[in-house]
């Protein structure tokens, strides 16, 4: 991949960050979870056609292997669920800053998971990433 094609992979990605929630409020009147699931039957379509074209190569998956698997989408099924919900009830905009703020999410478990030492950079960091949530949500 050159760096003409990673910009341009790098953009379109964005532009799909920035579009989730609009197609979750468009969709308004789907549940939350009938949503989640549209988005996983075109991720499993996507993925099988992607696998049929690159031919074989793949290796097969260990029991360990497929539990990991099912728990990682169960996980991100629910992140999507919960993201949804927040796009009816806060709307677009806040849903998806609290959905952009992740990285100070990421910094929280970290310390709390795997008792890394947060750095006083991180500290403020998510420290401004929470107030500037707290600004811009509706009282």
């Not at 992979?9 to 979870?33: D, E, Q």
């Not at 703020?101 to 478990?109: C, G, H, N, R």
């Amino acid at each position: 991949m050159n760096h003409r094609t990673a910009l341009g992979a790098l953009h379109i990605g964005a532009l799909f960050f920035g579009l989730t929630g609009v197609f979750g409020k468009l969709a308004a009147s789907a549940s939350p979870a009938v949503i989640v699931f549209g988005r996983a039957a075109f991720a499993v379509l996507a993925l099988a056609l992607f696998a049929s074209l690159t031919g074989p190569g793949w290796r097969r998956l260990s029991g360990q292997d497929i539990r990991r698997l099912l728990l990682g989408g169960v996980l991100l099924a629910g992140h999507w669920v919960s993201f949804f919900i927040a796009v009816k009830v806060g709307g677009v905009a806040i849903a998806t800053l609290g959905f952009a703020s992740f990285p100070a999410f990421t910094v929280i478990l970290e310390g709390v998971l795997f008792r890394e030492r947060i750095r006083r950079n991180e500290a403020v960091l998510v420290v401004l990433v929470s107030i500037g949530l707290i600004l811009v949500t509706p009282a």
